[in-house]
């Protein structure tokens, strides 16, 4: 089993900087592929980063490409969200997801393929 532990949240103005954490641990956290998803209120859960558990592929969706980055650090089994130029519209609780995976290059995009999911972190943005 693999726990996720995420940090980091808070109430920002619109223009303004967080960084989420997600801690991992567990049996195998150190091989897994990791993203993260937001759900805004009153909406489905949508996805926002994913990156291999080697770190090097990385996926942005289209709404926050150019002002969030996805990085990991495995010395530390932590994987961050810098999320820059906010907007009201990134209101949402954010959620880190984790698998399990033998392919270092591999990211995921869909709920359905990961199998770990943290317990979620408020982001607001106000205007």
């Known amino acids: 089993q693999v726990q996720l532990v995420e940090s980091g949240g808070g109430s920002v103005r619109a223009g303004g900087s967080l960084r989420l954490s997600c801690a991992a641990s567990?049996?195998?956290?150190?091989?897994?592929?990791m993203g993260w998803f937001r759900q805004p209120p009153g909406k489905e859960r949508e996805f926002v980063a994913a990156?291999?558990?080697?770190?090097?592929?990385?996926r942005l969706s289209d709404s926050v490409w150019g002002r969030f980055t996805i990085s990991r650090d495995n010395a530390k089994n932590t994987v961050y969200l810098q999320m820059n130029n906010l907007k009201p519209e990134d209101t949402a609780v954010y959620y880190c997801?984790?698998?399990?995976?033998?392919?270092?290059?591999?990211?995921?995009?869909?709920?359905?393929?990961?199998?770990?999911w943290g317990q979620g972190t408020q982001v607001t943005v106000s205007s």
């Open positions: 997801a984790a698998r399990v995976d033998l392919v270092s290059s591999r990211y995921y995009t869909t709920e359905s393929e990961y199998t770990h």
């Open positions: 567990g049996r195998t956290s150190n091989n897994t592929a």
């Open positions: 990156i291999s558990w080697s770190g090097r592929n990385a």
